[in-house]
């Protein structure tokens, strides 16, 4: 059954902007004048409005500014989008083909991301590094984290050490782009960081299609006693977890291995598939409770609809998130995170649970 797991710390969305390693230049050249503006928070994070503009006060801003300086700007770096900034902004877009309107759209935050690090000079991780994993460091590792964070893969601070933040955002990225899950960033992930387009996270009206599909990329990942929690600040997906609370096969092996318990699966499921971070990383009861939540009952289910197994409503120890019913065998599925020594599958519904749509 699942984790029962206590609140989880959140992560910090800053990027560490000083006494970074060698090759993070575009998020250190303008670290003093930043010094007394809001910490900087990735463009691409659900943190930041989908589009930036004039009258903004926050970290993005703050982000905003420090890519604008590294691609030929010299605008105060104060988090306020005021109209030095936005004159700025229309000028990056004009010299790259963009439609010139000020807001810092998915488009224009895709194409200031890809040349600030142009203009940094990090490193090519083609051609200038090897084969990344858990325990690697230096600047192929910051470029690496870099440009998962454009793609929403994690929530990463650009400070050049691989560990278990960076292996869990890596395969995030290997779910979302059909590659082997492994956490290594090899030749396959190399290659499509640099050919995919980045996109933002889904916003808006929940398509179940999308939950499903992110659920779904994530068959045959491990079950592992708090995986996808964010114990580590990793953010959604699969994470190594712990063995505080653990009373399945020993030796307990939780806290060594990645994958994902049963809310962890839910949790990535629909941040990645709705924009929607349920419950911040916290267990099944904790996820009842949160607002995205509206009870149903069992026949009101729709494929992409979540059923919590417990005591009651609001005391639950296991969710799994209904798929529909299957066009080749006509049953009813669902996709779940059962139990130590099994992956994530995909399986026949079982019901007697409590029911809820998640919504935005």
Not at 73 to 81: L, M
Not at 156 to 182: C, E, K, Y
Not at 303 to 309: K, S
Not at 310 to 323: F, P, Q, R
């Amino acid at each position: 059954m699942s984790t029962l797991l206590p609140t989880r710390r959140r992560l910090s969305l800053a990027l560490a902007l000083a006494s970074v390693l060698t090759g993070v230049g575009a998020y250190t050249a303008s670290a003093a004048s930043a010094a007394a503006a809001p910490s900087p928070i990735p463009l691409t994070s659900s943190a930041c409005p989908a589009n930036l503009q004039q009258g903004e006060s926050d970290g993005c801003v703050t982000q905003l500014q420090l890519e604008l300086n590294l691609t030929g700007a010299q605008i105060t770096v104060d988090g306020q989008f005021g109209s030095a900034t936005d004159t700025a902004v229309r000028s990056f877009q004009a010299a790259h083909a963009l439609s010139v309107d000020g807001i810092v759209g998915p488009a224009t935050k895709s194409a200031l991301d890809a040349a600030a690090a142009a203009a940094s000079g990090t490193v090519d991780l083609r051609t200038q590094c090897g084969d990344l994993q858990t325990g690697a460091s230096g600047a192929c590792v910051s470029t690496l984290q870099t440009m998962l964070n454009t793609f929403n893969a994690g929530r990463l601070t650009v400070d050049g050490q691989f560990g278990p933040a960076t292996d869990t955002a890596v395969r995030n990225f290997q779910a979302s782009h059909a590659l082997t899950i492994d956490g290594i960033a090899g030749t396959a992930v190399k290659n499509a960081l640099y050919t995919s387009t980045p996109t933002p996270l889904p916003s808006g009206a929940v398509d179940p299609t999308k939950v499903l599909n992110a659920a779904k990329s994530y068959l045959g990942v491990k079950y592992v006693w708090g995986g996808g929690h964010s114990l580590r600040g990793e953010g959604p997906g699969p994470s190594l977890g712990t063995c505080d609370q653990y009373t399945g096969p020993q030796p307990c092996a939780a806290n060594t291995t990645t994958g994902l318990d049963c809310s962890g699966l839910v949790r990535a499921a629909f941040w990645f598939g709705a924009g929607i971070d349920l419950a911040n990383g916290g267990d099944t009861t904790k996820q009842t409770l949160d607002s995205h939540l509206t009870p149903i009952t069992e026949s009101q289910r729709r494929p992409g609809d979540v059923e919590y197994f417990g005591t009651d409503a609001h005391n639950t120890v296991h969710v799994v998130l209904y798929a529909g019913t299957d066009p080749t065998t006509g049953a009813d599925m669902m996709y779940e995170a059962k139990e130590t020594n099994t992956n994530v599958h995909y399986v026949t519904l079982k019901t007697g649970g409590y029911w809820y749509h998640v919504s935005a």
